[in-house]
């Protein structure tokens, strides 16, 4: 579960300064290799389906300078925000409905399924989110983007 409001603030870091956009490599600077790593490979796995495009912006607390990747099937919302959280990467993925609905979710994991919750829905959006911190981690919030960027596709035809 991601708990970002609990964590304590952390001070001096490029992605608490509001007023001075930080560049990629500022905002991967705080990260051990560990973190770094899930961070990198987040990234690259986002920026890997087609037509995805990457823009840091301001998002306020808790999130702050994020990663937000727009994908051309959805022109409502990003497909992802990749938040550089200095504690642990943090993958947040606005669902619609309708891919929700799509989804496996006896197939899911526990950790991908919580985070899918009616309480997150805003509308008709899902907003779930995920710390990443392990390797089994990365590979389910992996898959849930990938299914995202397939949902979208789907979308285009």
């Not at 994908?71 to 919302?77: F, I, M, Q, Y």
């Not at 993925?93 to 979710?105: D, K, N, R, T």
Request: charged share 25%; net charge negative; hydrophobic share 35%.
């Amino acid at each position: 579960m991601v708990t970002q409001l609990d964590e304590p603030v952390i001070t001096g870091l490029p992605w608490h300064d509001e007023f001075n956009k930080p560049s990629a490599e500022d905002l991967f600077a705080p990260y051990d290799k560990t973190n770094g790593g899930f961070f990198t490979a987040l990234r690259e796995h986002l920026l890997s389906f087609e037509g995805v495009t990457e823009e840091i912006e301001w998002h306020g607390l808790p999130w702050r300078w994020c990663f937000v990747y727009s994908h051309p099937g959805d022109t409502e919302r990003p497909m992802a925000y990749l938040v550089p959280n200095p504690r642990f990467p943090v993958l947040s993925i606005p669902m619609p409905y309708e891919m929700v609905c799509s989804l496996p979710m006896r197939r899911l994991r526990k950790y991908i399924r919580e985070e899918i919750n009616p309480k997150r829905c805003i509308g008709t959006t899902y907003w779930s989110s995920w710390e990443v911190s392990n390797n089994p981690q990365l590979d389910d919030t992996k898959d849930i983007a990938k299914r995202k960027a397939n949902f979208l596709a789907k979308a285009l035809v």
